[in-house]
């Protein structure tokens, strides 16, 4: 218990350091060391998320870093996504879900590799002066179904995919994109966690456990986000998450997994095909979007 609650910590500071990011290694942290279920360590890092990130938008309101109504708009969508993914995650085996999540993490060690294209000094007011007037809400409804979709699945914030796309599609700054997708993470949070509800048992004392350490780590690493530099520090987390996705795939990658695979599209057809055709009428959609 002791290891878990140090790597808690770590796990906060580097959600203070960097803004997101440090709650991806909540989840092998559970299954590995304190063996839990896939389930049960999704629903444990949901609700560290949760937790952490509400405290943290708190920060980034006081600061007038959060546009409500991109948010909101946002995370209307992302609640439906994220409940559905909770749902969904009652048929998928565990060693299905724990290669979901390490592809996830691939993809975001490669978003956190990346140098960002246009990187923008801090914001003092980005209510007044940043939040767009006008969305285009159907981009950001889809995106945020898709990205509430992975939280409820694997249990994620999705703070690396929120970024990208609120500054992307709503054009906010990046410190209003961070603020804003913090608030967002939230919504999700407890909506996945309603997915989850009726089907998984909590273990509350090592929830409880790794909540306030991840806090208490949160608070940390926003204190030492102002005197370290974070330019060189993100890459670095972003190769090491990189390598632990790696290893985490080629782990759980086996035979019986394939069978588990070929077991579950037969024994649930009519529900995979729904589900399939629902993202490829969402994929056309976004595709015809971007041709227009």
């Not at 306030?212 to 890459?235: D, M, N, Q």
């Not at 077991?263 to 009428?281: M, R």
Request: aromatic share 8%; net charge positive.
């Amino acid at each position: 218990m002791t290891l878990i609650a140090l790597l808690s910590i770590v796990i906060g500071i580097l959600l203070g350091l960097l803004g997101g990011g440090g709650s991806i290694l909540t989840v092998p942290v559970l299954v590995y060391l304190a063996e839990l279920s896939a389930q049960k360590a999704i629903v444990t890092s949901l609700i560290v998320v949760c937790l952490t990130s509400l405290i943290a938008v708190v920060q980034h309101a006081r600061h007038r870093r959060v546009c409500w109504k991109t948010g909101l708009t946002f995370g209307i969508a992302g609640m439906l996504g994220a409940f559905f993914g909770g749902q969904l995650s009652a048929y998928i085996p565990d060693p299905i879900l724990l290669v979901l999540f390490a592809l996830i993490m691939i993809i975001a060690s490669i978003s956190m590799i990346r140098k960002p294209k246009n990187a923008q000094a801090p914001v003092q007011n980005c209510e007044e002066n940043f939040c767009p007037k006008n969305l285009p809400v159907s981009a950001i409804l889809l995106d945020g179904v898709l990205v509430g979709l992975i939280t409820g699945l694997i249990g994620v914030g999705g703070g690396f995919l929120l970024v990208p796309a609120l500054t992307l599609l709503a054009g906010l700054p990046i410190q209003a994109a961070i603020g804003t997708s913090l608030f967002i993470i939230v919504l999700q949070s407890i909506s996945a966690l309603a997915g989850h509800a009726g089907h998984i048992d909590l273990n509350i004392p090592l929830t409880a456990t790794v909540t306030l350490c991840a806090i208490l780590g949160s608070f940390v690493g926003s204190y030492l986000s102002r005197i370290i530099h974070t330019h060189y520090l993100k890459p670095g987390f972003g190769v090491f998450v990189l390598l632990l996705g790696s290893f985490l795939l080629y782990q759980e990658m086996s035979q019986q997994l394939i069978t588990q695979i070929h077991d579950l599209i037969i024994q649930h057809q009519e529900f995979l095909l729904g589900g399939l055709s629902i993202l490829f009428i969402l994929a056309f959609y976004r595709f015809w979007a971007w041709l227009h």
